[in-house]
């Protein structure tokens, strides 16, 4: 199974709700084969401080990419050998159906804010696939591997004072 780069995206609503044309455009994405979402977790902090947690979550794509990851990483660790028991032990973690554990989603919890519900989504990047193969192909090999969010680009053009 070849795998595009697996990315965990956290976004908070500070309106205290997730809204239909978010998840509308994520099943575009899905759709088209863009993206593949592994799992979503919604948790929204109340103002008594209760906490609504729902996931939604692919058993079935949870459990292959548990295989998966076990496998690179065994393969790291061991070679062949390794990736062949690191695919087993992989896919074993994730029969309990999530990417999330209960230790990570308790820090998360106590750290959201009274009144944000944020969504954590595990998406796997599917377009990446081609390209990335096309690269190996080509011999090419990753010298930088680095996301730059806009507003990085405004806060960079701020600093050295780049007018438009």
Known sequence: MALGPVQILGIGFESGELKGEVLDELKKLMEHDIVRLIDLLIVQKQEDGTITRMEIADQHEISKLGA?????????????????????????????????DEENVWYLEDALPVGVTTGIAVLEHRWAIPLRDAIVRAKGVPIVDQWIHPLDLVAIGAEIGMEI
């Open 68 to 100: 998966v990851v076990g496998a690179l990483m065994g393969f790291g660790a061991a070679g062949e050998e390794g990736a062949l028991v690191g695919a087993e032990l992989g896919a074993e973690a994730a029969e309990r159906g999530t990417v999330f």
